[in-house]
Structures are given as structure tokens and as C-alpha cells.
């Protein structure tokens, strides 16, 4: 797989793994697991456009 496919797979998981975090294993009403699944979110999504950008060839 190149970059681009990763990059891509890792902004879908990012979108999803949140959900199965936070809501299924994590009590909502607290703000520190939406805190926490957010920033796991932003993290995810940074490095797989990271990923995605270096592959098409842009240098930033």
C-alpha cells in the first residue's frame, strides 16, 4: 500500500475509533473522555493528511 491509502485508512479509523471509544467504553457525561477521544481524533486525522500530502509529491 502506499502513503496515500494509509493516509486515507488512518483518517477513516480516526473518524470511527472515537465513537467506540467514548461511547461504548467510556462514560459520556464526562468531558475528559470527549477531551481525550477528540484530541486521539485530531491527532489521527493530522498524521493521515500528513501522509497523504506527502505522497502526492507538495512540499509544505
Same mark, same amino acid.
Given at each position: 500500500m502506499n502513503k496515500k491509502t494509509i493516509g486515507w485508512i488512518v483518517i %477513516?479509523?480516526?473518524i470511527l475509533l472515537p465513537f467506540n471509544f467514548v461511547y461504548v467504553r467510556?462514560?459520556?457525561?464526562?468531558?475528559?473522555?470527549?477531551l481525550i477521544g477528540f %484530541?486521539?481524533?485530531?491527532?489521527?486525522?493530522v498524521i493521515g493528511f500528513a501522509l497523504?500530502?506527502?505522497s502526492s509529491g507538495k512540499k509544505s
Amino acid at each position: 500500500m502506499n502513503k496515500k491509502t494509509i493516509g486515507w485508512i488512518v483518517i %477513516l479509523a480516526a473518524i470511527l475509533l472515537p465513537f467506540n471509544f467514548v461511547y461504548v467504553r467510556m462514560d459520556v457525561s464526562s468531558p475528559s473522555a470527549l477531551l481525550i477521544g477528540f %484530541l486521539i481524533t485530531l491527532i489521527m486525522v493530522v498524521i493521515g493528511f500528513a501522509l497523504i500530502s506527502q505522497s502526492s509529491g507538495k512540499k509544505s
